[in-house]
């Protein structure tokens, strides 16, 4: 096939390779489509598209409307359920999958690692908890144990230094699998306790799903110590409501506690869409709402700050850095390092980029295969949008 006639060449030398290409007999077509400047104009956006965006979203809107529309329709990026995109605290896009809608609740997985750590913040404003002492574990308290060297703070920051493997292959040698639906699943923080240290302290980052549910179990001791697993699960149910779900306005929150009344933080809250997006624009406001502090500003910033272990991760929230190894998790610093994300298993996203007064939410299905075409793909939204 000939080739097009690149317009970066310099104009003396098109006359010649016209001329060639007339002396080879290349089509009429052919040569009309290499005399072309620049690619033919996109086609009009369908109107059910372009419905999905609100008519003035900041930005051009038939290009939010098709960033928004590649989430659903590129193979290679999994199922996409649900979509929203957040302006200055107003939805300019939202669109749901096939059989979903705004009243659907969706699991967090690991995106409810951040909710837990908002939990977690409050009993430290409340002075029932120190971020640099030993959490109140019995086992972890006996003379000699070299647990009693893990703190608040390493746990918060995935560095607790306790024999962990999360996404193990096979899947049944994994920590998580094995906390969450095998020997642990009764009484999972109870398993997550026992472990063993592998790493000093404070030394080593490694994500660990079951370090946030011994936060769970944490919180739970600090408001219902030595009760029944009903009264430890009633407990929990009434704080999170009280403290986060009510003043947020996130209706629908609701978690999954095990057989011990321990809150599963690491994975199992459940939100609307909507709710979510919610959650995302309280961390983009510090842990305001309407003006009202939730939760004090000091411990948004705590949370968005690099753990020393990890300069990708803050304290149950990933952040837009350069991981210093393989790991890309987001945009690996592109756009801005000032950008968060609370991240789920299959491809959960809460994307919150404050110099862009932006959150997005993506909710669905997607193998770990297809994730970095997704994260391509919430890129592109992102990136619509200029920083001030």
């Given amino acids: 096939m000939t080739p097009c006639l690149s317009p970066s060449r310099p104009p003396a030398r098109s006359p010649s390779l016209l001329a060639l290409a007339l002396k080879i007999g290349a089509p009429i077509a052919l040569l009309s489509a290499c005399a072309q400047e620049s690619a033919p104009p996109e086609p009009p956006v369908p109107q059910e598209v372009l419905e999905t965006v609100v008519e003035d979203p900041g930005v051009s809107r038939e290009d939010l409307a098709r960033a928004v529309d590649d989430l659903f329709t590129a193979e290679d990026v999994g199922e996409t359920r649900a979509l929203l995109v957040l302006r200055g605290g107003e939805i300019v896009a939202e669109r749901y999958g096939e059989g979903y809608d705004a009243e659907i609740r969706h699991t967090g997985w690991s995106m409810s690692k951040s909710v837990t750590g908002v939990l977690l ?232 980029a404050p110099d862009r007064r932006l959150t997005v939410v993506r909710l669905g299905y997607t193998e770990e295969d297809n994730r970095d075409r997704l994260v391509e793909e919430l890129e592109d939204i992102v990136a619509l949008y200029p920083s001030r």
Wanted: aromatic share 10%; charged share 20%; hydrophobic share 40%.
């Fill in 121 to 352: 913040g409050m009993m430290v404003a409340d002075g029932r908890l120190r971020l640099d002492d030993t959490p109140p574990i019995p086992a972890w308290q006996r003379p000699g144990d070299p647990r009693s060297g893990i703190t608040l703070r390493h746990l918060l920051q995935m560095r607790s230094g306790l024999r962990h493997q999360e996404g193990a292959d096979p899947a049944y040698e994994s920590s998580e699998v094995r906390m969450l639906f095998m020997d642990g699943r009764d009484d999972m923080s109870g398993w997550a306790e026992a472990q063993s240290l592998e790493h000093e302290p404070g030394s080593t980052f490694q994500y660990s799903t079951a370090t946030t549910v011994i936060l769970s179990d944490i919180a739970a001791e600090t408001i219902a110590r030595g009760d029944s697993a009903n009264a430890r699960q009633a407990a929990m149910a009434e704080f999170v409501d009280a403290r986060l779900a009510v003043p947020l306005g996130m209706d629908s929150l609701v978690g999954e506690y095990d057989a011990n009344g321990t809150l599963v933080g690491g994975s199992y809250f459940w939100a609307t869409a909507r709710d979510w997006a919610k959650f995302g624009e309280f961390l983009r406001n510090y842990g305001s709402v309407a003006g009202a502090q939730i939760v004090p500003r000091g411990w948004i910033e705590f949370m968005r700050r690099p753990s020393p272990a990890s300069p990708d991760y803050g304290a149950q929230l990933w952040l837009n850095h350069p991981s210093g190894g393989d790991r890309d998790v987001l945009f690996n610093g592109a756009l801005s390092e000032d950008i968060f994300a609370a991240i789920g298993h299959l491809g959960q996203y809460i994307i919150v």
